[in-house]
């Protein structure tokens, strides 16, 4: 599962990271992304790499109204060519989510504990993502999306010891193959693999992050 993440890249390092022209909107730092917010992704256009705003919660094509649907904001990798809400996304419309970070919480004698989960070696994480835009009565056009989630590495089971999952990361070697709208879903499958365990660190960190109004770089320091 990943229901709540960071993300503070600039937009001129979100460009380099992805060799994209810089998005011509507004990208906001955010310490305790969660569901039901409006977030960034990198999806394909034309042979290049753009950015976009989604709202973190997919809404298939075919609903006919998104107030009233159900928008799942992970998906389980090993259903994706199962399940209608996923299935023409997982074929045509794979996207990438950055992120500097993600949190998980613990569960221990005295409550739940989060954690902070970070690249080791700095940097960020490429959560592969699925996209979609969904054509209102009136023209009116909703992107949306959503993160998929494997098992976990050995770090992740520690941490999230009750029905443990965690996002999909992408090295970078994938990030081509996952966003050619090309491949198909049998090329793409052994990309949704648990990201190795020695890349990542983490460490707790406050209570604070449980409420989504909290919002800031204290969130992210260690609890000691």
Known sequence: ???????TFSAKSLAEAFGMVPPGFTIKRGYNIAPGQYIVIVRPERDQRVADVAYWGL????????KESRKPFNARAETLTELPTFRNAFKRKRVIIPASGFYEWKEEEAGKQPFYIYPKEGGFFAFAGLMEDWTGPN???????????????????????????????????????????????????PLLVPYPTELMAAYPVSPAVGNVQNDGPELILQRV
């Open 139 to 189: 023209g009116e056009v909703m992107i949306s999306a959503c993160i998929i989630t494997t098992e976990p590495n050995e770090l992740l089971a520690e941490i999230h010891n009750k029905k443990p999952r965690m996002p999909v990361i992408l090295p970078r070697e994938a990030w081509s193959l996952w966003l050619d709208p090309a491949a198909q879903t049998r090329e793409v499958k």
């Open 1 to 7: 599962m990943c229901g709540r993440y960071t993300f």
């Open 59 to 66: 809404i298939p094509a075919w609903v006919e109204d998104p």
